[in-house]
């Protein structure tokens, strides 16, 4: 049971249009409704400015029924749009904002998903001061200026949050999409996927964070988890059914497997429906292996003049960290 709320909006009568917004939720909620290989991943629901008009009190009550009868269920929030500092801690601004009332407070989602007994909560924000979300009341800023105060996170266990911009910082737009949200796409069509095929916060914050240099918005993430919460499962680098084999190759995670000439063979490339000699299968094996990162040579040396030369190939610490699952039989 997965359920997901997108929120975006372009149009501000009062504050001033975006323009990326619309498309930040209409985006990630295609991608992530479905797995790379098409069944069903997160139960979507989305409003965008482009079909209604997004105030306060309908974001609010969206909100609510997000997190109404959640357990036993992993929730997912989204909001593309303006965010805004107040004395009273940073806002979801709705298209109906005004001087003294720009929208939701993050406060108010975050005693949401604080006090929640889904199974996971995972909250992405793409607008402007979005690190304020996950901190309390009482360690909000008093105002943007005071980018030197250290920011205190106070979450639930199995409650995430992702934000696009520290809490005293402007998100910024590119290419038709928020600048988080076209890496955070990209991240979950691929990018952040492990050997498994699986892309979590964790993944994804590595793979975003890196692609912002010091002059940039800083992408923040805040986390309470005993088990990372699969966001989307892409295509592994290596079907588990192999990773299994492991130990059947390699007795122990230090051996050292001795290629022969015979592992290379003969007849190369094989025709279709041959699948070779054992020798050449276990070759072959290996070279899967080596494309995944799992397993090396002296010098880093081609299999096949390791083959020639009845040398050895053997695992890397990558490789050794999944012979040890395969081992005790976790995967």
Not at 32 to 50: A, E, K, M, P, Y
Not at 100 to 123: K, W
Not at 286 to 305: P, S
């Amino acid at each position: 049971m997965k359920r997901a709320l997108f929120v975006g909006i372009d149009d501000y009568p009062t504050v001033g249009d975006l323009s990326g917004c619309v498309a930040d939720a209409t985006a990630l909620e295609e991608i992530l409704s479905r797995n790379s290989d098409g069944s069903r991943n997160w139960h979507t629901s989305s409003v965008t400015s482009d079909t209604e008009h997004v105030t306060r009190d309908r974001l609010r009550g969206l909100i609510s029924e997000l997190f109404a009868n959640p357990r036993n269920t992993d929730l997912l929030f989204f909001f593309a749009g303006h965010g805004g500092q107040t004395p009273w801690g940073a806002e979801l601004v709705t298209q109906d904002a005004t001087e003294n009332s720009l929208g939701v407070s993050m406060n108010d989602l975050l005693t949401l998903a604080n006090g929640s007994p889904a199974r996971s909560v995972t909250l992405i924000l793409d607008c402007c001061f979005s690190g304020d979300l996950g901190n309390p009341p009482g360690f909000q800023a008093d105002a943007v200026a005071q980018s030197f105060r250290l920011d205190k996170a106070v979450l639930q266990e199995g409650v995430t949050v992702m934000a696009a911009s520290r809490s005293t910082e402007v998100s910024q737009e590119s290419a038709g999409h928020g600048a988080f949200t076209r890496m955070l796409l990209d991240g979950l069509e691929g990018g952040a996927t492990d050997h498994r095929g699986r892309t979590t916060a964790l993944s994804l914050y590595g793979y975003i964070s890196a692609a912002f240099d010091a002059w940039s918005q800083r992408p923040v993430l805040k986390t309470h988890l005993t088990e990372p919460v699969v966001l989307r499962i892409g295509p592994p680098w290596l079907d588990e059914g192999l990773l299994r084999q492991l130990p059947d190759l390699f007795p122990s995670a230090d051996y050292r497997l001795q290629l022969t000439p015979a592992h290379e063979g003969e007849g190369r490339p094989l025709p279709p429906g041959n699948p070779g000699t054992p020798e050449q299968q276990v070759f072959d094996y290996l070279g899967r292996l080596r494309n995944a990162n799992l397993v090396t040579t002296d010098e880093g040396r081609a299999h096949f003049w390791v083959a020639l030369e009845s040398g050895y190939v053997y695992l890397t610490p990558l490789g050794r960290y999944f012979w040890g699952l395969a081992k005790r039989g976790i995967l």
